[in-house]
């Protein structure tokens, strides 16, 4: 049964395997860093860390605070969903609210639409905000099929910074 956790560094194991099945690929909602340092129990306890801080920490450097949780099932951690409190002018533009990743070896299984929708869920039980934006990129079908089926509403497309098309959706949290 998939569960949405706090990061933790008990995962450490799980999270090895799953960063050696993303072979160096970008992992979305994970909070990854390129300094930061996932491959030692050390380095891992620190990336936690600092994933914990970060749901109160200021904005810094475009950085908003961010609250993480991983994608479960018992002890393994399966993916990673992240939900950006507020967005800047360069996260309306192009980042959105909410970013996941679902290790390659889980997907085709619906874990990302079901973390999308529990977080949906969390969100309408807050009452703010009132929706939130989903960005993929164009050519992701897998991911917009997960937000439109979770009730994302296409916005438009458009041309990113490294010239890829990318799609913006908004979910009405109270709908979903």
Request: glycine share 10%; with cysteine.
């Amino acid at each position: 049964m998939l569960e949405l956790v706090v990061p933790d560094a008990s995962f450490y194991p799980s999270f090895a395997e799953s960063h050696r099945e993303w072979d160096g690929a970008h992992q979305d909602g994970a909070g990854l860093l390129p300094d930061d340092d996932v491959t030692s129990p050390e380095g891992f306890a620190d990336w936690v860390r600092r994933l914990s801080r970060a749901e109160r920490a200021a904005e810094a450097g475009g950085i908003v605070p961010c609250t993480y949780r991983w994608i479960a099932e018992g002890s393994r951690y399966v993916g990673a969903i992240a939900f950006r409190h507020y967005l800047t002018p360069a996260l309306l533009n192009s980042g959105g609210h909410i970013g996941y990743g679902v290790r390659p070896s889980d997907r085709g299984r619906g874990a990302a639409s079901w973390a999308l929708q529990e977080v949906c869920a969390r969100l309408a039980a807050q009452e703010e905000p009132d929706r939130v934006l989903l960005t993929c990129d164009d050519a992701n079908a897998a991911s917009a099929r997960t937000i439109e089926r979770c009730g994302g509403l296409l916005e438009d497309v458009r041309v990113g910074g490294n010239g890829r098309p990318f799609r913006r959706y908004w979910i009405d949290v109270a709908r979903s």
